[in-house]
């Protein structure tokens, strides 16, 4: 069982940049790979952003490429979401999971709120 738990979420002003953290519990972070996920009101959970254990393959959703960079320590057993160039469209709760192959998440963190002021 993996607990994750987000934070670092807050109210910007577009055009600002946030940077969000997800740990997780227990030493077995590193055979995970790693994912960020956002929902806004009324809309479904979209992919953002994921990561392999390896940092070997790191891929975006295009809605955010160029502007959000993904990142981990796998020492600190966190997973970060470095956000830039913040739009109001960006405004939802973000979600962290864990999956042991890319693709299959299996944990999935309480939510951290983004909300961006235009």
């Known amino acids: 069982q993996v607990q994750l738990v987000e934070s670092g979420g807050g109210l910007v002003q577009a055009g600002g940049s946030l940077r969000l953290s997800c740990t997780a519990s227990?030493?077995?972070?590193?055979?995970?790979?790693m994912g960020w996920f956002r929902q806004a009101p009324g809309k479904e959970r979209e992919f953002v952003a994921a990561?392999?254990?390896?940092?070997?393959?790191?891929y975006y959703a295009d809605t955010v490429k160029g502007r959000f960079t993904i990142s981990r320590d796998n020492a600190k057993y966190t997973v970060y979401l470095q956000m830039n160039s913040l739009k109001s469209e960006d405004t939802a709760v973000y979600y962290c999971?864990?999956?042991?192959?890319?693709?299959?998440?299996?944990?999935w963190g309480q939510g951290t709120q983004v909300t961006v002021s235009s």
């Open positions: 999971s864990a999956a042991r192959r890319l693709g299959s998440y299996e944990y």
């Open positions: 990561i392999s254990q390896s940092m070997s393959n790191i």
């Open positions: 227990g030493r077995t972070f590193s055979l995970y790979a």
